[in-house]
């Protein structure tokens, strides 16, 4: 099993970025995006139910960040609009092989597999 994520970089505030991963080697449950800025703990910010599509966000980025996913290309996608400079963090995707209730999509503990990062820069 193995997940590479890409697409980070450097936007201006109010600008957008589209995030990938691409998740390889078995079917999974549910797939989750996380973000973490250097000494603070690690952030839930996205999550979706392969089967289903069923999707939960992060308070602050509701309306602003969507998460889909392309079952043909194992591929999952966080798409970003109006991002602001608090948005700069270091991305990760993450997937567990069983689906994750809802009321858990947001606990990190939940997820077996993690991606590299991709850095995601927002300048104000």
């Known amino acids: 099993v193995q997940l590479q994520a890409y697409g980070g970089g450097l936007v201006q505030a109010g600008g957008s970025l589209r995030l990938s991963c691409a998740a390889s080697?078995?079917?999974?449950?549910?797939l989750g995006w996380f973000r973490q800025v250097l000494g603070k703990d690690r952030e839930f910010v996205a999550g979706?139910?392969?089967?289903?599509?069923?999707?939960r966000y992060l308070d602050s980025v509701k309306g602003r960040f969507t998460i889909s996913k392309d079952n043909a290309k194992k591929m999952v996608y966080l798409q970003m609009n109006s991002l602001k400079p608090e948005d700069t963090a270091v991305y990760y995707c993450?997937?567990?092989?069983?689906?994750?209730?809802?009321?858990?999509?947001?606990?990190?503990?939940?997820?077996?597999?993690w991606g590299q990062g991709t850095k995601v820069t927002v300048s104000s």
């Open positions: 993450a997937a567990r092989l069983t689906t994750i209730i809802w009321s858990s999509m947001h606990d990190q503990r939940q997820y077996d597999y």
């Open positions: 080697g078995r079917t999974f449950g549910t």
């Open positions: 979706i139910k392969w089967s289903g599509g069923s999707t």
